[in-house]
Each structure stands twice: as C-alpha cells, then as structure tokens.
C-alpha cells in the first residue's frame, strides 16, 4: 500500500519569492509516480508535475520544480516566483506499478497562501 | 473538447434520499475515477472503470453506493438511503491508460454533496 504525508496545513510565501512544500511517501513498490496536483477554490484539481520513480533529474514544469530524494523517501514542490494566482490547496500524490492496477493516492494537502 | 465535466456542482437532500450524479469524461479517455473528498482532506479513491468495467472498488464504497459506466463513455455514481456522513465532494476523474506510473488524471470541478 501507498501512503503520502504532508505536513504542512499551511504555509505563506511573500509575492515573488520561491515557497517549498513537504511531501514524503512510503511504498513497497520497486516503481512509482509522485504528482502534485494544485486545487484552487473552485473545486477542480489541476496537474502541475510528475516524477517517475527511475528518473535520473528532477521533474520540472515552468516555474514548479520537484525536489526527489529517493533515499530519504522525499518529493517537495518548490515553486519560485510566487504569485498571488498559486493561492491555492496543494496535493502530492502517487502511484505505484505492482498491480498495475493502484489508483492515484492522495496526501492531506497543504493550503498555500501567497501574500501580496 | 472542455474537460471532465460533473453534473450537478451541488446537491442538497435530505437523509434517507437518495442521489445520482453524473461525470462526462474527455472523450478520448478509457479510464474513469471517482473519488470522494472531506473538508480538509485529500481525495479518497472511490472506484474506477476501464471503457464499461468497473475494474476496482474500495472498502470506502458501501453497498449504498453504485456506480455505472454503461457505454464506456460517461458515468454515474448513486447513493442509495444517504446519510450525514455522506457530505462530501464527489470527484470524477478521467485518463486514457498508457504507461502505468506516469498515468495523468485530469479531474472535474466535482459535485458538492450536503446532507442535511
């Protein structure tokens, strides 16, 4: 089984300045998929970046980059240059390969707050 | 082509009615998620299809929760005799299955559910 923590209920970042947001995983599968997903007030979850368990360099997606450190079980968000718009909830997420059939689980997100 | 849609963005019933709600995925997509959301809590994995088989249910979904994908292309989730405890975001979510970590789901804006 999958399990993502986050730790973080909240943070705030100032208006221009570069936020990371925690998430560590726990799986027994030799391969997975960490995302993050961002949830804005209005409901639907958007996806910002995907990291594969094998993949040599860190994802990045724009201004979203992924923090993987394999060892210590790790998949941080940094987002640079924040900007009033990333206000939002903020979910890491993953998937593992053993079944072949696992779906997507979820951590508790993290509310992120970006003043002006 | 719009994105997944969800019909309708809020229900309010009373306990002991029952309640059908309806998710149009992007039509090219062979897979269909549900997914169940609480007020401060990451989404939870309701059940999935692949084109019309429903092929994984979780322990979440009680025998008052149904769901359909008759022709492969929309969905809908019914509860049977709701409860309180029922009050939630449903989410609909869709993918078109290739590699199996990288699997991106792209979700609707969600049915918001009160129970009252």
């Known amino acids: 089984a999958q399990k993502i923590t986050q730790t973080q209920p909240g943070m705030f970042v100032q208006e221009k300045e570069a936020v990371t947001l925690d998430c560590t995983y726990d799986t027994s599968d030799p391969s997975y998929g960490l995302f993050w997903y961002k949830q804005p007030s209005s409901g639907e979850m958007i996806f910002l970046i995907y990291q594969g368990s094998y993949d040599q360099q860190n994802a990045t997606e724009g201004r979203y980059s992924l923090n993987f450190q394999k060892a210590r079980k790790s998949a941080n968000l940094v987002i640079s240059a924040s900007q009033l718009g990333d206000s939002a909830m903020y979910f890491c997420?993953?998937?593992?390969?053993?079944?072949?059939?696992?779906?997507?689980?979820f951590g508790k997100g993290t509310r992120l707050s970006v003043i002006a | 082509d719009t994105g997944v849609s969800q019909d309708p963005r809020h229900k309010i019933t009373k306990r002991g009615q029952n309640v059908t709600f309806r998710c149009d995925p992007i039509s090219e997509h062979n897979r269909l998620y549900w997914y169940r959301q609480t007020l401060g809590q990451g989404p939870e994995f309701l059940t999935y299809f692949q084109n019309e088989a429903q092929l994984e249910k979780s322990r979440l979904l009680s025998d008052r929760f149904s769901a359909e994908r008759p022709k492969g292309s929309f969905s809908t989730l019914e509860i049977q005799r709701t409860e309180q405890g029922d009050s939630a975001m449903y989410l609909c979510?869709?993918?078109?299955?290739?590699?199996?970590?990288?699997?991106?789901?792209?979700f609707g804006s969600g049915t918001q559910l009160s129970v009252l």
């Open positions: 997420a993953m998937r593992g390969s053993l079944s072949g059939n696992t779906p997507l689980v």
């Open positions: 979510a869709s993918s078109f299955l290739g590699a199996t970590t990288n699997e991106k789901l792209f």
